[in-house]
Antibody, heavy 121, light 110 residues
């Protein structure tokens, strides 16, 4: 069955960086895109960016441009989201989700369990 | 890329129908047939309920339906059940490989 297993919770100090992983199983990783979405406590879902797991091409929300880097390791069927220059407002649960232009109609059909990143001094 | 506009809350009694709106612009909701809806229970990951405006993934009850008119998409939940109480988010493709979410609507089953 399709699964995305994310890395565990992280606690970081302001100014630091965090790298969250998302390991995919149950499907051919390189035929899909992986998106990253975050949700601050009590707040809405916020789209951050995505990577074409086959080509490695990426696109980032303008809000996070310059601070976020999404990569993937095809041999490990794993995507990564690296967020730098962390501040308290980056405290959130970070989710990965897969998407395919024709198979999922530009929607996100399987999500990871989420990774809580806490930024505090 | 501004967030799509959703009402903060909606409610209905068991068995009733409720409709949640999602308003964007001609650059996102109005420009593409790629609106999706997600259900999120507290502490859980979002779950896809509707994609491509009107389509339901396998396993989603037919009580959930979607539609769109101009720049506004809607999610209707018919025959409300207690387990439908959750947060609902719309999402739209916004062109140039960008996506945008709505602000979310808390659905309460009275």
């Amino acid at each position: 069955q399709v699964q995305h297993v994310q890395s565990g919770a992280e606690m970081k100090k302001p100014g630091a960086s965090v790298k969250v992983s998302c390991k995919a199983s149950g499907y051919t990783f390189t035929t899909y895109a992986i998106h990253w979405v975050r949700q601050a406590p009590g707040q809405r879902l916020e789209w951050m960016g995505w990577i074409n797991a086959g080509s490695g091409n990426t696109k980032y929300s303008q809000k996070f441009q310059g601070r976020v880097t999404i990569t993937r390791d095809t041999s490990a069927s794993t995507a990564y989201m690296d967020l730098s220059s962390l501040r308290s407002e980056d405290t959130a649960v970070y989710y990965c989700a897969r998407q395919h232009d024709t198979l999922t109609g530009y929607s996100f059909d399987y999500w990871g369990q989420g990774t809580l990143v806490t930024v505090s001094s | 890329q501004s967030a799509l506009t959703q009402p903060p809350s909606a409610s209905g009694s068991p068995g009733q129908s409720v409709t949640i709106s999602c308003t964007g612009t001609s650059s996102d909701v109005g420009g593409y047939e790629y609106v999706s809806w997600y259900q999120q229970h507290p502490g859980k990951a979002p779950k896809l309920m509707i994609y491509e405006v009107t389509k339901r993934p396998s396993g989603v009850p037919d009580r959930f339906s979607g539609s769109k008119s101009g720049n506004t998409a809607s999610l209707t939940v018919s025959g409300l059940q207690a387990e439908d109480e959750a947060d609902y988010y719309c999402n739209s493709y916004a062109g140039s490989s960008y996506w945008v979410f709505g602000g979310g609507t808390k659905l309460t089953v009275l």
